[in-house]
T-cell receptor, first 116, second 111 residues
Framework: AQSVTQPDIHITVSEGASLELRCNYS??????LFWYVQSPGQGLQLLLK??????LVQGIKGFEAEFKRSQSSFNLRKPSVHWSDAAEYFC??????????????FGAGTRLAVHP | DAGVTQSPTHLIKTRGQQVTLRCSPK?????VSWYQQALGQGPQFIFQ???????QRGNFPDRFSGHQYPNYSSELNVNALLLGDSALYLC??????????FGEGSWLTVV
């Protein structure tokens, strides 16, 4: 069955430190992958997406992610974290069906705390 | 360009009541999906609408129903509310299954 695993429930980093959030997926075909961020009490904001092509994708707010097929991973990175990055981060894989139907399968999320 | 808009943002209902949540998709989008996000969990797919028809459904009971209008806007209806229906309900839109954008959500509390 298709699934997304985010191994880290909580991560705490210091402001200015680098960040890597892990995401592993289980999907039989070529995956379409997303990272979303959710601030407290807010909806989901798209950070970046991978459909095909270059395996290193750039997103908003200085985030990037690398797709590694051999490891079934799509880890999110940022070289220098800002206090405003504190939020919940969700990795998701799109399940595509014939006729253009699609649905997202989400991981459980990683809550990021940033120390000043 | 307006993104995905949802209403109401917050509401409180009593067990057994019915609720209707509304969603307007991002301009140019024709597909609307609904997700339920319980506290501390990732969003769970409820169903998807395209061309005014439900075409995919997640593991949710028939108490959850929806509708899509010709202008692509959508409603989510939940009947006979249970305490466990308390959650953030997210609407997502896309064009032909491409990049999926979410609204800010509707917070439903059932008491």
């Amino acid at each position: 069955a298709q699934s997304v695993t985010q191994p880290d429930i909580h991560i705490t980093v210091s402001e200015g430190a680098s960040l890597e959030l892990r995401c592993n997926y289980s999907y039989g075909a070529t995956p379409y992958l997303f990272w979303y961020v959710q601030s407290p009490g807010q909806g989901l904001q798209l950070l970046l997406k991978y459909f095909s092509g270059d395996t290193l994708v750039q997103g908003i707010k200085g985030f990037e992610a690398e797709f590694k097929r051999s490891q079934s991973s799509f880890n999110l990175r940022k070289p220098s974290v800002h206090w405003s990055d504190a939020a919940e981060y969700f990795c998701a894989v799109v399940l595509m069906f014939s006729g253009g139907y699609n649905k997202l399968i989400f991981g459980a999320g990683t809550r990021l705390a940033v120390h000043p | 360009d307006a993104g995905v808009t949802q209403s109401p943002t917050h509401l409180i209902k009593t067990r057994g009541q019915q609720v209707t949540l509304r969603c307007s998709p991002k301009s140019g989008h024709d597909t609307v999906s609904w997700y339920q996000q319980a506290l501390g969990q990732g969003p769970q797919f409820i169903f998807q609408y395209y061309e005014e028809e439900e075409r995919q459904r997640g593991n949710f009971p028939d108490r959850f129903s929806g509708h899509q209008y010709p202008n692509y806007s959508s409603e989510l209806n939940v009947n006979a509310l249970l305490l466990g229906d308390s959650a953030l309900y997210l609407c997502a839109s896309s064009y032909r299954g491409n990049t999926i954008y979410f609204g800010e959500g509707s917070w439903l509390t059932v008491v």
